[in-house]
């Protein structure tokens, strides 16, 4: 069972656009979720995170906002750049577990 | 400072061969971690250790075994290889095991077993 899911395999926007990437979860135990992104030929990296006492949370050109209500959460990335091109995994974790979704593959064009 | 480092990066087998996939992290983390991704899913948890000396299963465990020979290091050994076990390997490790921190992960080891 895929308790966390990334609906669109693939995203592409223009540079300089916004980026939205979408998440849904299933479990509501989980209380923290966490966004990675992943470069060809590399592990995933730490992005940002949000709690679940916050609806939203912001790193430079990044925010992550969270309905805990519809058990949705999103990533903005503004001003989309090339170098954002990567797979970018949610992941939600709570009461000792934490689950990955299947990716969301963004292509900024220049 | 390496971060995770992963050995081997690629590897090929047959079936019924068994191997080692290797991983240290030079940042003293205290967990450590394997998961696999495979085409269309998420990371999937194999095994975790959340301090020297513990190991726990964890969403996919059938057909692997894990040692977590020290502090730094956390391997992963398939007995015997199977064509279901095709897949790209992460090791990862995190200040504590919990959830709230945030994970580091190696380069991954792609796997095929033919």
């Known amino acids: 069972d895929q308790q966390v899911k990334q609906n669109s395999p693939s995203l592409s926007v223009q540079e300089g656009r916004i980026s939205i990437l979408n998440c849904d979860y299933t479990n509501s135990m989980f209380d923290y979720f966490l966004w990675y992104k992943k470069y060809p030929a590399e592990g995933p990296t730490f992005l940002i995170s949000?709690?679940?006492?916050?609806d939203k949370n912001e790193d430079g050109r990044f925010t992550v906002f969270l309905n805990k209500s519809a058990k949705h959460l999103s990533l903005h990335i503004v001003p989309s750049q090339p170098g954002d091109s990567a797979v970018y995994f949610c992941a939600a974790s709570g009461n000792n577990d934490m689950r990955f979704g299947a990716g969301t593959r963004l292509t900024v064009k220049p | 400072n390496a971060g995770v480092t992963q050995t081997p990066k690629f590897q090929v087998l047959k079936t019924g061969q068994s191997m080692t996939l290797q991983c240290a992290q030079d940042?003293?983390?205290?967990?450590m971690y394997w998961y696999r991704q495979d085409p269309g899913m998420g990371l999937r948890l194999i095994y975790y250790s959340a301090s020297e000396g513990t190991t726990d299963k964890g969403e996919v465990p059938n057909g692997y075994n894990v040692s977590r020979l020290n502090k730094r290091e956390f391997s992963l050994r398939l007995e015997s290889a199977a064509p279901s076990q095709t897949s790209v390997y992460f090791c990862a490790s995190s200040e504590v095991q919990r959830e709230y921190n945030e994970q580091f992960f190696g380069p991954g080891t792609r796997l095929t077993v033919l």
């Open positions: 949000i709690s679940s006492i916050k």
């Open positions: 940042m003293n983390h205290n967990s």
